[in-house]
């Protein structure tokens, strides 16, 4: 983010004050606040040192430390703009909108340069965005390397007794058993919303993703999505969503898979710190070489989050669906499902820049009839769980190390797997 400072007066009042500006002038935030930091025990309260240290912490990161020493230049000398121009700064970059409007528009009020006007400007119309009271367009692009221990999420079995033959021991094809390989992924899309009101948007999205494997290329996957929808807010308390989605998923280069349909979603915020939601989704699976597998999916479920009240900024959500999925062939309905799951997850800030996550979840699968090859109807009981740290250089930059780890149970050993990943991905977001 661009540094908002008005011109620096001139305020030192020994070497350290003195170096510490001269730093800030050229740029140098961090090391500004490494200088100042150790000072702050003996001269907090002063206002030229609460003020050099303040613009240091914010430049650098340290965006809460930063306004506790600004908050104390301004309750000193109220009328000192430039702190309170970097103040209104710091609301903004802690997502404090209401302070940080008011603030920005104080300093608006006393004249200041014409570039810090088009700064504030600028910040005040970011902030409408955020709030849904402007329209907004957003990108992004990634890129990333990884390791997969089973990119066909196979069984690593090498042959299986089919009792419909008489338990006859049929050997797997090599594509048919676990394969591992290392992997580039590349994904890019563009978004766009459209408020009508405070009460009413629409909004859209297409995204596209890609995944090359070193050498198991017949297990390269892309997938295209598709998003349109309208969102409604009835009250501040209350969202509600409606989005039609279309998907596309290739594999080797050939399409596999075509699906399409509706979500419906409400959300409620309980208070600042909870929020709960309700969801619908509807969609139809279409495949375009097995068309025996054709499918509509309804799933409906209840979610939650919790944001904890700590420095570490700690919050977690739960989410639990339940559905079903049926064959378009009623001759096929061994392939039909009925559908439960579970999930967790959390993150939490470790440091200025550096966020942790993590999610677990859990899926049965129970199947209508018996499986025509191996005599039973299919159970499956899916794990998954995901660990991660992101790390964030610099505005609209991120970067991803991620673990993940996934097991599928099955009473039809042909469909136990599973599948470990490491990936480092790499993303630039755009918004205007």
């Known amino acids: 983010m661009m540094a908002l400072l008005l011109p620096i007066v001139a305020v030192a009042q020994d070497a350290e004050l003195a170096e510490a500006e001269k730093l800030i002038r ?196 892309a997938s295209t999505d598709f998003n349109v929808g309208l969102e409604i807010r009835p009250n501040q308390d209350n969202q509600l969503t409606f989005t039609l989605q279309d998907s596309q998923f290739d594999l080797d280069g050939e399409d596999f898979r075509h699906a399409y349909g509706a979500t419906a979603q409400w959300l409620h915020t309980l208070d600042p710190r909870n929020q709960i939601g309700f969801f619908a989704q509807h969609s139809g699976l279409r495949y375009d070489d097995n068309e025996i597998r054709n499918a509509d999916r309804t799933i409906a479920g209840v979610n939650a989050g919790h944001a904890f009240q700590s420095s570490f900024a700690p919050v977690v959500f739960a989410s639990l669906y339940g559905g079903r999925e049926n064959a378009r062939r009623s001759s096929f309905d061994f392939l039909s499902q009925d559908i439960a799951g579970l999930r967790l997850g959390g993150q939490m800030r470790l440091a200025a820049r550096w966020q942790g996550y993590t999610t677990m979840g859990y899926e049965l699968r129970n199947y209508d009839d018996r499986d025509p090859a191996f005599l039973v109807s299919r159970k499956d009981d899916q794990y998954d769980a995901t660990l991660g740290i992101k790390f964030i250089p610099t505005r609209d930059w991120a970067i991803r190390s991620q673990v993940g780890y996934t097991k599928n149970d099955s009473n039809i050993r042909l469909n136990d797997f599973e599948r470990a990943t490491l990936s480092v991905v790499v993303r630039k977001d755009f918004s205007w």
């Not at 390791?147 to 042959?159: K, P, Y």
């Not at 290392?182 to 629409?202: I, K």
């Open 26 to 221: 050229s740029g140098d935030y961090k090391a500004a606040y490494q200088l100042l930091e150790p000072l702050e025990s003996s001269h907090a309260g002063e206002v030229n040192y609460d003020y050099l240290f303040g613009i240091s912490a914010v430049e650098s990161g340290h965006v809460s430390r930063g306004a506790f020493a600004l908050e104390r230049v301004l309750a000193i000398s109220p009328e000192h703009k430039n702190a309170r121009a970097e103040m209104a700064k710091a609301h903004y970059m802690l997502g404090e909108h209401d302070a940080s409007k008011a603030e920005f528009n104080n300093v608006l009020q006393q004249n200041p340069d014409e570039t810090t006007q088009r700064a504030i400007q600028k910040l005040l119309t970011e902030i409408q965005k955020i709030e849904g009271t402007a329209t907004s367009f957003g990108a992004f692009l990634e890129f990333g390397l990884g390791l997969d221990s089973n990119v066909n999420s196979a069984t690593s079995i090498s042959s299986v007794s089919v009792p419909a033959l008489g338990g006859l021991l049929i050997p797997l094809d090599q594509s048919a058993r676990k394969r591992s390989d290392n992997f580039m992924q590349f994904a890019g899309g563009l978004s766009f919303r459209h408020p009508f009101s405070q009460e009413l948007a629409v909004f859209a999205s297409a995204s596209s993703s890609h995944r090359v494997n070193n050498s198991e290329s017949a297990f390269d996957t």
